[in-house]
């Protein structure tokens, strides 16, 4: 701890701190615009100047950039005399100079965080009569807009796109007046990370476009905590919503998951919410069979008349909350509920869990794999199936050019003097994968095969790590890999080995689970960071299911059992569709609870329109086991309710006793008597948590407007405010946000800082935890006992030679950010994003079936792809893009046979089209 | 006694005194045009809608009576899908029109806006658009802004350079 004095007044600082993180840790208005809690200090901006003193004599000090200087004890500092301020003053009003007059007409009013520092600096008169300099904009694709007059050239956008993320296709140009921030030329911006730019850009220059497409002012989003439903990952989400549309996704910090950033997939995929595809109302299938819409009570009724009827199946969702599984399995009683994913994948969940149970080695937040010094990615390609864990691995590499730093007494936030003393040193980053991914730009080594390859070799490093780990022999081209990753692992302080359930192989995961038992059986760290495919993976896994779906599709296709109940799932993506026809064919009642109309809708007896996640209040499990709340953001449209409510109201009806929860915290409270839950309860405070004075926690800002007009064309009268029974917040203007736990934090804003930057004031310190406590509870945390060695796994792979025999090509699972996830793939901006249903293979034998990069290739009973080639892909195998809409979610595991589709027209990537200059 | 006497006096004299009386509405009062009365949106001097639906007299309306959402012209222009005001809440302050940053809104001197039912003071965009620029007569935010509309590209705005040449390698 340090103690400086600003203004007279004394602080405890962190040692090391620069005078900015003091500054804001402790609540204080000093304006800044190039400094970013995530990404360090460049001194690029001249804004955050305030005067420095000698000692305690000096009267006069001198100008210094607070973001650029440590605060070392006894600094005594003024944000307040008259030079710092006016110094600050005349930035403004020269980054003014040029600004447009475009306020009304731009997307960051209202949160922009260059009006906070025009109004805290107290520049309001325009003196300056020269002409402004303009640029032309570019098209940046389906998800950024672009409008460079409004740029102050603080350089966040290429630090963050460039050094952070890692993308290399936007970069400053130009000099003095003329910088432009942008693309070489018009085009798609390539990261997939590139919306954070929305919120990482001061100004409104990268704005969120299909947010501006019915665009709302901040001070008008209706908004919740939310957590992200696109993958594993659980990131905290605060979704906006206005006139019964969500209009858009912000990040809402947390210190252990998302940090400040989100991936694009979370960003711009909850548009599915507004799709038109989404069910409003309940219906029965009639004889002529068209859906015949029927009132809610009289589909509860239907419900729990199927419900009277003996057993019924129940195929509980990945996607849909704990909440509305835990509703369905309890319903339908242990031994008819399935955990709603494929048999393979469900076993990998399984196996998953039972890993990190008796592992004993760490299981890493995203803040942890950050901080790793070695990570080996063993398989899976989190790039594109838990995408925000990739981004955090690009920022693990950086530890060694921070402790380089360090030594040479650089500080940390010091940005260019690490970046510039370190130059291109990485820690070691190994990465095993199917085929290459984005982020092997930043890996010292990297191996490509089938998963089974990938798993050998594996094996073979948790084997040379501690020889009492199985030994498995290897390919020449292998043992590189193995070696250098060992070497790299062994000597790690803080090693990471990641995995997953998207290769389908349970012998990659048990290699990955070998390592780092090895690793920590040589008394050192090792961190295991397994994912699974969807938000509430792990959710559904913990809460355990007897049945495995292909038995419940035998079950019903042989009429054992006649009824079934489908959960917010499609069952086309987990099994293969003649099963599924099967089982649905000889069913009388199947009964589906979705969001949207899946491939099942087409075959279910009767439609019950579930609430989507901003519509509901649930709880999701993240990979590392984290149980997370989502809030209702809004009420939705239609007849439109939780899952849960049809399950429990049917339950009632039916005379059952077991399911009379009426509040989602009642449903939790049961559900939290389900061993492996336990600690369900705690995630967050339940409806009847009141802040200060008593009050709610608002949903909308204390300057939301249109109250008495917004609803007056139907009635003039305006309607009451909805009460809400289910959770500690209002649908109001009315209560507090600003001293509430961290896990009720609906939007954030502070008397002066209107744009996202306000989260300094509800952080203890800056990019440190909540004020209100961390969010979330780790359900999976186990005491670190044991190396696991009397669980290490013993049986590698059999690996077959994988040689093009004539029944055809052996498939391998490959994933996209854009398109693999369901919901997401329903989304506008997301659709547009991507490519349709593809098919990798190795160029030679591409060319040997005819077949033409580009072109259309087919397979019996899997239906139509683009060509694709790649020459890392092993010969004898083809990748498929899985989850694709139209597309095929679960490979088949026999050869299949390719020939060319003359007739598929693969959907063109997407034009390069110069519009809105 | 003497108390009534003085009244009669008082009432009495002023069969003689000027007629304060108005006819209204036979005879209507002259009314300066910055009264407080009926809001009307106006229209550029180039006869395209001047609201830019940027929100700014919604948030600031004290009674919350405005309500619009943004949509996007052909042109580029940004304008209210659609601009709703409740004069059965409007306390006439005025506050919108100070707020607005392009004239559109403006508060003109009628205010005869009485109704049997109240659901007809509701106003829609319909009823406010004028076909005219209201008290601003020379007005257009459009070409003062730097966003680009059809009819005016980058550098075309009042006070704007030509676009930069970001290639050019010149200092
Ligand atoms: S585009 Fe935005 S982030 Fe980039 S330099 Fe300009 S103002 Fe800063
Ligand atoms: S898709 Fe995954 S990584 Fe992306 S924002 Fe959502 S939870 Fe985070
Ligand atoms: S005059 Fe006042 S009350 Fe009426 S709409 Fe304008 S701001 Fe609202
Ligand atoms: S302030 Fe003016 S430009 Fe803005 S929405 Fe209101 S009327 Fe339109
Ligand atoms: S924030 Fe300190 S110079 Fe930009």
Redesign the pocket.
């Given at each position: 701890m340090a103690i400086i004095t600003v203004d007279g007044q004394t602080f405890d600082v962190q040692e090391g701190h620069n005078l900015l993180q003091a500054c804001l840790t402790h609540k204080l208005d000093l304006p800044y615009f190039c400094w970013h809690p995530a990404m360090g200090s460049v001194g690029a901006c001249r804004q955050c100047a305030v005067i420095q003193y000698q000692d305690e004599d000096d009267e006069r000090g001198r100008l210094v950039m607070a973001c650029m200087t440590l605060a070392v004890d006894g600094t005594r500092i003024s944000i307040e005399a008259g030079q710092a301020k006016e110094f600050r003053a005349s930035v403004i009003e020269w980054l003014m100079e040029n600004h447009p007059h475009d306020c009304?007409v731009c997307e960051e009013g209202g949160e922009c965080h260059l009006q906070d520092m025009t109004v805290m600096t107290g520049h309001t008169t325009r003196r300056y009569r020269g002409q402004k300099r303009t640029f032309r904009n570019q098209y940046l694709g389906p998800f950024i807009g672009h409008e460079m007059n409004r740029c102050i050239t603080c350089f966040r956008c290429v630090r963050y796109y460039h050094d952070y993320a890692g993308g290399d296709d936007l970069q400053a140009f130009g000099s003095r007046t003329r910088m432009f921030f942008g693309r070489e030329s018009d085009g798609v911006l390539e990261n997939e990370f590139a919306g954070n730019l929305v919120e990482v850009c001061p100004t409104g220059v990268f704005t969120d476009k299909p947010f501006s497409q019915t665009y709302t002012r901040k001070w008008d989003l209706q908004s919740a905590p939310s957590i992200c439903p696109g993958c594993a990952v659980g990131c905290n989400t605060l979704p906006g919503a206005r006139y019964g549309l969500l209009k858009r996704v912000h990040n809402r910090y947390h210190s252990d998951v998302n940090g400040y950033f989100l991936c694009d997939r979370g960003r711009f995929g909850s548009h599915f919410v507004n799709a038109d595809a989404r069910i409003r109302r309940a219906g029965v299938r009639a004889e002529d069979g068209v859906f015949e819409e029927i009132a809610i009570e009289d589909a509860s009724v239907r419900l729990s008349e199927v419900l009277g009827q003996g057993d019924v199946i129940g195929i509980g969702s990945p996607r849909a909350s704990l909440e509305a599984n835990f509703a369905l399995k309890s319903l339908v009683g242990e031994d008819n509920f399935v955990a709603g994913v494929a048999d393979n994948e469900n076993r990998l969940n399984e196996l998953m869990v039972s890993i990190y149970r008796e592992s004993g080695a760490h299981i890493p937040t995203l803040t942890d794999v950050e901080a790793a010094d070695a990570v080996l990615v063993l398989g899976e390609d989190v790039l594109n199936t838990a995408p925000r864990v990739a981004l955090a691995l690009r920022q693990s590499v950086r530890n060694l050019s921070l402790e380089m730093a360090t030594n040479a007494g650089i500080p940390e936030w010091q940005d260019a003097g690490v970046r510039g003393h370190a130059q291109d040193a990485l820690n070691p980053l190994f990465i095993a994968s199917i085929a290459p991914t984005r982020i092997d730009d930043i890996a010292a080594d990297t191996l490509h095969g089938t998963p089974d390859v990938l798993a050998e070799a594996g094996f073979a490093i948790a084997h040379q790590i501690d020889s009492a780990f199985v030994a498995v022999e290897l390919f020449n081209d292998v043992n590189n890999f193995v070696d250098a990753a060992v070497k790299a692992l062994s000597e790690a302080k803080r090693p990471l080995i990641v995995s997953g359930t998207g290769c389908g192989s349970a012998a990659l995961m048990q290699a990955a689970a070998n390592i780092a038992w090895a690793l920590k059986g040589r008394g050192g760290e090792a961190a295991l960071l397994l994912t699974g495919q969807e938000a509430n993976s792990t959710g559904v896994t913990l809460l355990g299911a007897d049945l495995d779906l292909g038995s419940a599709l035998r079950k019903l296709s042989t009429g054992d059992v006649k009824n079934v109940i489908v959960l917010e799932n499609d069952l086309y993506r987990r099994a293969p569709a003649a099963s599924v026809d099967a089982a649905l064919d000889k069913a009388d009642n199947v009964i589906v609870l979705d969001v949207l109309e899946t491939p099942t809708i087409e075959r279910a007896t009767m439609v019950l329109p579930a609430a989507a996640y901003a519509e509901s209040t649930g709880t999701f499990v993240n990979y590392e086991g984290r149980a997370q709340r989502f809030y209702q953001v809004f009420e939705a449209d239609g007849a439109t309710r939780p899952a849960w409510r049809y399950l429990t109201d049917a339950a009632k009806l039916a005379g059952r006793n077991d399911l009379r929860w009426d509040h989602v915290d009642e449903v939790v409270r049961a559900c939290a008597g389900t061993d492996n839950l336990k600690g369900i309860q705690d995630v967050a405070p339940t409806a009847d948590y009141r802040g200060r004075a008593n009050l709610r926690i608002p949903r909308e800002t204390h300057r939301a407007s249109g109250r008495t007009a917004m609803h007056a064309h139907l009635n003039v009268h305006e309607p009451k405010t909805t009460v809400d029974e289910e959770t500690p917040f209002s649908y109001s203007m009315e209560g507090l946000n600003g001293d509430q736990p961290g896990s009720l934090i609906p939007y954030v804003w502070s008397p002066g800082w209107n744009s996202n930057q306000s989260i300094f004031k509800f952080q203890q310190e800056v990019a440190g935890s909540l004020q209100g406590g961390e969010v979330g509870v780790r359900l999976l945390d186990v005491s670190a006992n044991g190396t696991g060695l009397q669980n290490r796994f013993r049986d590698p792979p059999e690996t077959d030679s994988g040689s093009t025999t004539a029944d055809g090509m052996r498939l391998l699972p490959l994933y996209s950010i854009f398109g693999s996830d369901e919901l997401s793939g329903f989304s506008p901006p997301i659709i547009e994003r991507s490519s349709g249903p593809q098919l990798v293979l190795n160029p030679g034998e591409a060319h040997q079936l005819g077949l033409t990069v580009g072109g259309g290739v087919k397979s019996p009973g899997l239906g139509s792809f683009e060509v694709c080639v790649s020459s890392e892909m092993p010969r004898g195998y083809a990748g498929i893009v899985l989850g694709m809409r139209g597309s095929i979610n679960v490979l088949p595991q026999d050869a299949v046979e390719l020939m060319p589709d003359p007739s598929l027209k693969p959907k063109r990537p997407l034009d390069v089209i110069a519009r809105g200059h | 006694m003497w108390s009534h006497v003085r009244t009669l006096w008082e009432v009495l004299k002023h069969t003689f005194s000027r007629n304060e009386t108005v006819q209204y509405p036979e005879e209507m009062p002259y009314l300066a045009p910055r009264y407080r009365g009926r809001i009307i949106?106006t229209r550029d001097p180039d006869g395209e809608e001047?609201?830019?639906?940027?929100?700014?007299?919604?948030v600031?309306c004290p009674v919350d009576c405005?309500a619009?959402e943004k949509t996007e012209g052909e042109d580029g222009r940004w304008l209210?899908e659609f601009?709703r005001i409740n004069f059965s809440r409007c306390i006439m302050c005025g506050m919108?029109e100070e707020?607005?940053?392009?004239?559109?809104?403006q508060l003109t001197p009628d205010f005869e806006l009485c109704e049997f039912n109240r659901d007809n003071m509701v106003y829609e965009k319909e009823h406010l658009l004028i076909d005219g620029v209201g008290k601003y007569p020379g007005y257009s935010?459009w070409q003062i802004a730097g966003k680009t509309i059809a009819g005016k590209d980058k550098g075309e705005a009042q006070g704007e350079c030509e676009p930069v040449d970001v290639k050019d390698l010149l200092p």
């Amino acid at each position: 701890m340090a103690i400086i004095t600003v203004d007279g007044q004394t602080f405890d600082v962190q040692e090391g701190h620069n005078l900015l993180q003091a500054c804001l840790t402790h609540k204080l208005d000093l304006p800044y615009f190039c400094w970013h809690p995530a990404m360090g200090s460049v001194g690029a901006c001249r804004q955050c100047a305030v005067i420095q003193y000698q000692d305690e004599d000096d009267e006069r000090g001198r100008l210094v950039m607070a973001c650029m200087t440590l605060a070392v004890d006894g600094t005594r500092i003024s944000i307040e005399a008259g030079q710092a301020k006016e110094f600050r003053a005349s930035v403004i009003e020269w980054l003014m100079e040029n600004h447009p007059h475009d306020c009304p007409v731009c997307e960051e009013g209202g949160e922009c965080h260059l009006q906070d520092m025009t109004v805290m600096t107290g520049h309001t008169t325009r003196r300056y009569r020269g002409q402004k300099r303009t640029f032309r904009n570019q098209y940046l694709g389906p998800f950024i807009g672009h409008e460079m007059n409004r740029c102050i050239t603080c350089f966040r956008c290429v630090r963050y796109y460039h050094d952070y993320a890692g993308g290399d296709d936007l970069q400053a140009f130009g000099s003095r007046t003329r910088m432009f921030f942008g693309r070489e030329s018009d085009g798609v911006l390539e990261n997939e990370f590139a919306g954070n730019l929305v919120e990482v850009c001061p100004t409104g220059v990268f704005t969120d476009k299909p947010f501006s497409q019915t665009y709302t002012r901040k001070w008008d989003l209706q908004s919740a905590p939310s957590i992200c439903p696109g993958c594993a990952v659980g990131c905290n989400t605060l979704p906006g919503a206005r006139y019964g549309l969500l209009k858009r996704v912000h990040n809402r910090y947390h210190s252990d998951v998302n940090g400040y950033f989100l991936c694009d997939r979370g960003r711009f995929g909850s548009h599915f919410v507004n799709a038109d595809a989404r069910i409003r109302r309940a219906g029965v299938r009639a004889e002529d069979g068209v859906f015949e819409e029927i009132a809610i009570e009289d589909a509860s009724v239907r419900l729990s008349e199927v419900l009277g009827q003996g057993d019924v199946i129940g195929i509980g969702s990945p996607r849909a909350s704990l909440e509305a599984n835990f509703a369905l399995k309890s319903l339908v009683g242990e031994d008819n509920f399935v955990a709603g994913v494929a048999d393979n994948e469900n076993r990998l969940n399984e196996l998953m869990v039972s890993i990190y149970r008796e592992s004993g080695a760490h299981i890493p937040t995203l803040t942890d794999v950050e901080a790793a010094d070695a990570v080996l990615v063993l398989g899976e390609d989190v790039l594109n199936t838990a995408p925000r864990v990739a981004l955090a691995l690009r920022q693990s590499v950086r530890n060694l050019s921070l402790e380089m730093a360090t030594n040479a007494g650089i500080p940390e936030w010091q940005d260019a003097g690490v970046r510039g003393h370190a130059q291109d040193a990485l820690n070691p980053l190994f990465i095993a994968s199917i085929a290459p991914t984005r982020i092997d730009d930043i890996a010292a080594d990297t191996l490509h095969g089938t998963p089974d390859v990938l798993a050998e070799a594996g094996f073979a490093i948790a084997h040379q790590i501690d020889s009492a780990f199985v030994a498995v022999e290897l390919f020449n081209d292998v043992n590189n890999f193995v070696d250098a990753a060992v070497k790299a692992l062994s000597e790690a302080k803080r090693p990471l080995i990641v995995s997953g359930t998207g290769c389908g192989s349970a012998a990659l995961m048990q290699a990955a689970a070998n390592i780092a038992w090895a690793l920590k059986g040589r008394g050192g760290e090792a961190a295991l960071l397994l994912t699974g495919q969807e938000a509430n993976s792990t959710g559904v896994t913990l809460l355990g299911a007897d049945l495995d779906l292909g038995s419940a599709l035998r079950k019903l296709s042989t009429g054992d059992v006649k009824n079934v109940i489908v959960l917010e799932n499609d069952l086309y993506r987990r099994a293969p569709a003649a099963s599924v026809d099967a089982a649905l064919d000889k069913a009388d009642n199947v009964i589906v609870l979705d969001v949207l109309e899946t491939p099942t809708i087409e075959r279910a007896t009767m439609v019950l329109p579930a609430a989507a996640y901003a519509e509901s209040t649930g709880t999701f499990v993240n990979y590392e086991g984290r149980a997370q709340r989502f809030y209702q953001v809004f009420e939705a449209d239609g007849a439109t309710r939780p899952a849960w409510r049809y399950l429990t109201d049917a339950a009632k009806l039916a005379g059952r006793n077991d399911l009379r929860w009426d509040h989602v915290d009642e449903v939790v409270r049961a559900c939290a008597g389900t061993d492996n839950l336990k600690g369900i309860q705690d995630v967050a405070p339940t409806a009847d948590y009141r802040g200060r004075a008593n009050l709610r926690i608002p949903r909308e800002t204390h300057r939301a407007s249109g109250r008495t007009a917004m609803h007056a064309h139907l009635n003039v009268h305006e309607p009451k405010t909805t009460v809400d029974e289910e959770t500690p917040f209002s649908y109001s203007m009315e209560g507090l946000n600003g001293d509430q736990p961290g896990s009720l934090i609906p939007y954030v804003w502070s008397p002066g800082w209107n744009s996202n930057q306000s989260i300094f004031k509800f952080q203890q310190e800056v990019a440190g935890s909540l004020q209100g406590g961390e969010v979330g509870v780790r359900l999976l945390d186990v005491s670190a006992n044991g190396t696991g060695l009397q669980n290490r796994f013993r049986d590698p792979p059999e690996t077959d030679s994988g040689s093009t025999t004539a029944d055809g090509m052996r498939l391998l699972p490959l994933y996209s950010i854009f398109g693999s996830d369901e919901l997401s793939g329903f989304s506008p901006p997301i659709i547009e994003r991507s490519s349709g249903p593809q098919l990798v293979l190795n160029p030679g034998e591409a060319h040997q079936l005819g077949l033409t990069v580009g072109g259309g290739v087919k397979s019996p009973g899997l239906g139509s792809f683009e060509v694709c080639v790649s020459s890392e892909m092993p010969r004898g195998y083809a990748g498929i893009v899985l989850g694709m809409r139209g597309s095929i979610n679960v490979l088949p595991q026999d050869a299949v046979e390719l020939m060319p589709d003359p007739s598929l027209k693969p959907k063109r990537p997407l034009d390069v089209i110069a519009r809105g200059h | 006694m003497w108390s009534h006497v003085r009244t009669l006096w008082e009432v009495l004299k002023h069969t003689f005194s000027r007629n304060e009386t108005v006819q209204y509405p036979e005879e209507m009062p002259y009314l300066a045009p910055r009264y407080r009365g009926r809001i009307i949106l106006t229209r550029d001097p180039d006869g395209e809608e001047r609201c830019v639906a940027c929100n700014l007299c919604a948030v600031v309306c004290p009674v919350d009576c405005i309500a619009l959402e943004k949509t996007e012209g052909e042109d580029g222009r940004w304008l209210p899908e659609f601009f709703r005001i409740n004069f059965s809440r409007c306390i006439m302050c005025g506050m919108c029109e100070e707020a607005c940053p392009t004239y559109a809104i403006q508060l003109t001197p009628d205010f005869e806006l009485c109704e049997f039912n109240r659901d007809n003071m509701v106003y829609e965009k319909e009823h406010l658009l004028i076909d005219g620029v209201g008290k601003y007569p020379g007005y257009s935010f459009w070409q003062i802004a730097g966003k680009t509309i059809a009819g005016k590209d980058k550098g075309e705005a009042q006070g704007e350079c030509e676009p930069v040449d970001v290639k050019d390698l010149l200092p």
